[in-house]
């Protein structure tokens, strides 16, 4: 098994008056850590081999924001960064995320909800990875029937929704925008 010391602090605060802001710096400190040996099986099948060598180290920021509702209406943004020590598999020792959306609900039936998310994965061309794109989804729910302990709600989640490509290697690229509808019912 790999071993893993992780040290994780933040602050929240509502202090400001229509702002919602969090923090996070965090820290994880691997020991014996599963390493890909490419073919390490060796003949016949030459299957990779995972095996417990080396010490990872992953630390970095996060920070969060989000306004409070006006006319049920509050927007949202985030950002982390991840220092890599040493670079991962595919060469990468720094990743950037970031995330914004806006969010609509009248708490009473209705919610809509746009997120929008990218990856900067710093990677060695030779993975032909494509990562210049926010993927965009569309999520809405509108509740028909409320009960005590049960409710049914309509659904619609829009993924994708503009075709972006977000993937790390060129052979297994993410899928184009796609859509699921229904009932839920709890």
Aim: cysteine-free; aromatic content about 12%; charged content about 25%.
């Amino acid at each position: 098994p790999e071993k893993v010391i992780s040290y994780q602090a933040g602050l929240e605060s509502a202090a400001l008056r229509y702002l919602w802001v969090k923090g996070t710096v965090f820290r994880h400190e691997l020991e014996d850590a599963l390493i890909i040996e490419p073919f390490g099986g060796g003949p016949p099948a030459l299957n990779d081999l995972y095996v417990n060598r080396g010490d990872i180290r992953r630390q970095g920021i996060g920070l969060e924001t989000e306004t409070i509702p006006i006319h049920n209406l509050s927007l949202l943004a985030g950002f982390a960064y991840i220092d890599l020590t040493p670079a991962n598999d595919n060469g990468s020792d720094k990743m950037r995320s970031y995330k914004a959306g806006l969010k609509y609900g009248n708490r009473k039936s209705f919610t809509a909800q746009l997120f929008g998310s990218y990856v900067w994965w710093d990677l060695d061309p030779v993975y032909k990875a494509s990562y210049d794109d926010f993927i965009w989804d569309l999520n809405l729910t509108k509740i028909i029937s409320s009960r005590e302990k049960t409710s049914a709600k309509l659904f619609l989640a829009a993924h994708n929704l503009f075709n972006g490509s977000q993937y790390t290697i060129g052979d297994i690229k993410n899928p184009e925008r796609w859509v699921e509808a229904g009932i839920r019912v709890g």
